[in-house]
């Protein structure tokens, strides 16, 4: 196992940083690649052997990341939900492409396991799916984040390569990834309802899914599913097991933080829609002011809207066992984490 040689992509990120200490731990030794440089050190420091820089939106040189490695995890991708489709499509779609190309050319055939999302899907309600929704559902076609769309052509890219090229590829479809050293997207919920800005729930939000799932079980999955031959070809969702609903899991996070909840009347989803949209405006004109980036962002906020309630059957049933299936477990240890960084 310690000459075995793995290459983490987006390495300097909450998840590959977070794979990259899983894997030396588990005495592999780590290629880590990120596009940022001055992240080498950190990258070493918890255990990666090698750091190389890379651009996967540029295609010359990529064969020296993938040459003589074992598996891939591919994690890095814009993580942006204000990013333009473009820009998305750069680094999510042609990003993938790129890498995948450079392990053709070099005749390996490592097992990859490439990061998608639960985005992937679009909009979640019962009119496009079945719920729980699973993954050999057809996809939505409303799909309107600019950041969903990018990773559901990621893995469309990842899963060509599979039928075309016979490359070992598996996609794993993570829900909202949370835990400590989370610093973007659920920390964005977390910190708003720390702040009493969202400071309220509806009492039909009891009837919908806040979908989450906590780091270690994203790179658990990964690794296990790196090791299971009859995954190859296919798609997983990574998501814990719903133990609380929408409303739930938001007044959890209001007791781990110590703040005020209110809880409306039945509403109306579109009215409740308007009023945490209305506050993601607000959001947006109060950052412009004050020269600084959005915190409440529609599209994080659209998993406040629609029932995004999924199924983490199929790994279940391929045997992978979940570290955090009950996120109050994993919320309350990422909460404590916050608060002694000073970040709530």
């Not at 290459?7 to 909450?14: I, R």
């Not at 959001?283 to 406040?304: C, H, I, T, V, W």
Request: net charge neutral; with cysteine.
């Amino acid at each position: 196992m310690g000459g075995e040689v793995v290459l983490v992509t987006g390495a300097g990120g909450f998840n590959g940083r977070r794979m990259v200490e899983f894997l030396s731990w588990k005495g592999y030794t780590v290629r880590a690649t990120d596009v940022r440089d001055d992240i080498a050190g950190d990258v070493r420091a918890i255990g990666a052997s090698e750091f190389i820089r890379a651009d996967l939106a540029k295609r010359e040189g990529l064969e020296r990341l993938v040459d003589g490695v074992s598996v891939i995890f591919h994690i890095a991708a814009l993580f942006d939900y204000l990013a333009p489709l473009e820009k998305l499509r750069l680094v999510n779609v042609e990003g993938t492409r790129n890498l995948l190309d450079a392990v053709v050319e070099t005749g390996s055939a490592p097992r990859i396991i490439v990061w998608s999302s639960v985005a992937a899907y679009g909009m979640v309600d019962e009119k496009n799916y079945r719920l729980p929704v699973t993954e050999d559902q057809p996809l939505s076609p409303e799909c309107p984040g600019a950041y969903d769309r990018s990773k559901r052509e990621q893995e469309a890219v990842a899963l060509q390569y599979y039928r075309e090229h016979g490359l070992p590829v598996t996609v794993i479809r993570p829900a909202p990834i949370y835990g400590p050293g989370n610093v973007y997207g659920v920390y964005n919920l977390i910190w708003f309802v720390a702040k009493g800005v969202l400071s309220f729930t509806a009492e039909n939000a009891s009837k919908i899914s806040l979908p989450l799932v906590h780091v270690d079980d994203v790179c658990g999955a990964a690794y296990f599913l790196a090791g299971k031959k009859e995954a190859v070809g296919e798609v997983y969702n990574v998501v814990d097991d719903n133990t609380l609903n929408a409303k739930e899991s938001l007044e959890l996070i209001a007791a781990l933080t110590g703040a005020d909840l209110v809880e409306l009347p039945v509403v109306p989803l579109r009215l409740f829609a308007k009023l945490v949209m209305r506050l993601s405006k607000l959001s947006a004109f109060m950052a412009k002011r004050r020269g600084e980036r959005q915190k409440l962002e529609p599209d994080m906020l659209n998993y406040l809207l629609g029932n995004f309630y999924f199924s983490n059957e199929k790994l279940k049933k391929a045997g992978y066992r979940f570290k955090y299936p009950d996120r109050r477990v994993g919320l309350a240890e990422t909460i404590s984490w916050y608060i002694e960084k000073g970040m709530l």
